[in-house]
């Protein structure tokens, strides 16, 4: 599959090396490409600089990830090539970087409920387990306020077929954990059905396991202040993470 990367940093460049390491033909966006070289040089061409309207012209998939100062600038550049395209979208607000997780589950969940020490259930974790997760996920944040950077790429680019995933972890734990059992738990957010396919086969294709956790609007609940944000968990227990993320917005 073509990928294009727009912002090749910390985060793009590291997926854009493992998406041509799969065997996809990726075009990455820079504007100091001599600093991606030795990058390109050990991808033996399946990994080239482009500019950023080409590259996503380039790409059947596209995944976003410049900083989110820079994200409008970036969807005004390629707003008709993103038109149709199934565009992931890997940024946080502020461009604030996930924290390193403390332990295998970090960020909000302290709770006992995944540890173990506890199994007791609450209406809300049973709403979770009980149907489909996502659409849980979608009426609780109905009620929540507040709008995801996903929500608001949609409203910039409504050609695209935008999926959130890739915003959770940072960089050193995605590698260390890329492709080792348990799998990780990679969460995809998106109102999308055909683009949330796309968007776990690459997932599936970097060494993680998708899990879908919601529509657009849940994808506040993974980005910067949200429940999910630097939740490093093994894909068993991601329904039990979501269950305990729907929780926290109460
Ligand atoms: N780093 C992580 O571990 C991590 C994990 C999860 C999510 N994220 C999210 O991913 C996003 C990027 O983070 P990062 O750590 O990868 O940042 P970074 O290392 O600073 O890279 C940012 C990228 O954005 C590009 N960029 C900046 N301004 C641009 C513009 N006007 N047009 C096009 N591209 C532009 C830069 O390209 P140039 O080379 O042209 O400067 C650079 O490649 C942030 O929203 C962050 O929250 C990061």
């Not at 080239?48 to 990830?65: D, K, N």
């Not at 173990?116 to 929540?144: I, N, Q, V, Y």
Request: charged content about 20%; aromatic content about 6%.
């Amino acid at each position: 599959m073509r990928i294009g990367v727009i912002g090749a940093g910390r985060l793009g460049g590291t997926l854009a090396t493992w998406c041509a390491e799969s065997g996809h033909d990726v075009a990455v966006t820079s504007r100091h490409p001599e600093q991606l070289r030795e990058r390109l040089d050990r991808m033996n061409g399946r990994l080239r600089v482009m500019s950023i309207h080409q590259a996503a012209s380039f790409g059947e998939v596209v995944l976003f990830a410049p900083n989110w100062s820079s994200a409008k600038e970036a969807v005004d550049q390629t707003r008709s090539a993103l038109a149709g395209k199934v565009v992931i979208d890997a940024t946080n607000p502020a461009d604030e970087v996930p924290s390193p997780p403390a332990g295998a589950f970090a960020g909000a969940f302290t709770g006992s409920f995944l540890t173990g020490a506890s199994t007791k259930s609450t209406p809300l974790m049973a709403a979770a387990l009980t149907g489909p997760a996502g659409e849980a996920g979608d009426r609780m944040f109905a009620h929540a306020g507040g709008k995801s950077n996903l929500e608001t790429l949609i409203e910039w680019a409504p050609g695209a077929h935008w999926v959130k995933a890739f915003n959770t972890i940072p960089t050193d734990v995605l590698s260390r954990r890329r492709g080792h059992d348990p799998l990780m738990a990679e969460f995809v957010c998106t109102d999308e059905r055909d683009a949330r396919e796309t968007a776990c086969r690459i997932i599936r294709d970097l060494g993680f396991a998708p899990f879908y956790a919601g529509g657009a609007k849940a994808a506040r609940l993974t980005e910067t202040g949200g429940p999910l944000q630097s939740c490093e968990v093994d894909v068993k227990d991601a329904t039990d993470a979501l269950a305990e993320a729907l929780s926290t917005l109460r």
